[in-house]
């Protein structure tokens, strides 16, 4: 790997990915006040990177939207902070560590891009990579609208669930402006590469 940064962005997605995966699969569920933290470190590395002048992930050309992406998910992830608590009721509790958990299993495709960097992926490693963002931006944020949605059915209007709202609204947001663009180019890109092979 190009820098140390990038080293420890890429280990911190790879403990963000199995945590996630272990948690929905119920192998290993882990608590929210431990995943979070570890996402927030990987985001924080690759900002970080960007901000040294390294992109972290090679199929990214300008760091925009890496900042546009990071910044919205570290800001929603930070309104779930008082779960770690626990001052939410426990179905509150265990929805957020749903939407979390479902959400950055995309991590993998993260640690890929930036093992990418340094690294010759085989058109079998790209294909399954692109594949892997094609569930995320489709059948994953659709499963994550769906916890969201039970998530606002859920709460009341008390001053305490105002981090919630924003969470819901963010993250329909979040999905509703970015994950097409990015469907449609990660469908455009496996096309592209099916065509090369």
């Known amino acids: 790997m190009k820098t140390t940064v990038l080293k420890l962005s890429f280990i911190a ?10 948690t929905i699969t119920g192998f ?3 608590k929210i006040s431990v995943l979070s933290p570890v996402i927030f470190f990987a985001y924080f590395c690759d900002l970080l990177s960007c ?14 939207g890496i900042y546009i992406h990071h910044i919205s998910s570290m800001t929603l992830l ?6 770690w608590f ?9 929805l957020l560590t749903n939407i979390i958990s479902n959400g950055f299993t995309s991590s993998l495709n993260e640690a890929v891009m930036i093992y ?3 690294n010759k992926l085989s058109p ?4 399954l990579e692109l594949l892997f963002k094609i569930y995320i931006f489709s ?4 499963l994550n609208s769906y916890y969201y949605t039970s998530l606002f059915m859920l709460l009341n209007y008390k001053f305490k669930m105002i981090p919630l709202y924003i969470v819901c609204f963010g993250g329909w947001s979040l999905y509703g402006a970015l994950y097409p663009g990015l469907l449609k180019a990660s469908i455009y890109k496996f096309k592209k590469l099916l065509k090369n092979d």
């Not at 997605?13 to 272990?22: G, Q």
């Not at 079998?124 to 294909?127: C, N």
């Not at 059948?139 to 659709?142: G, H, L, P, V």
């Open 124 to 127: 079998f490693t790209q294909g």
């Open 139 to 142: 059948f994953q944020a659709i």
């Open 78 to 83: 930070a309104m779930t902070i008082p779960s």
């Open 28 to 30: 290993s569920p882990v």
């Open 86 to 94: 626990n001052i939410y009721p426990s179905k509150i509790n265990l």
């Open 51 to 64: 901000y040294q002048g390294v992109i972290p992930f090679y199929r990214c050309r300008e760091t925009r």
């Open 116 to 118: 990418g960097l340094s």
């Open 13 to 22: 997605h790879m403990i963000s990915f199995l945590l996630s995966l272990s």
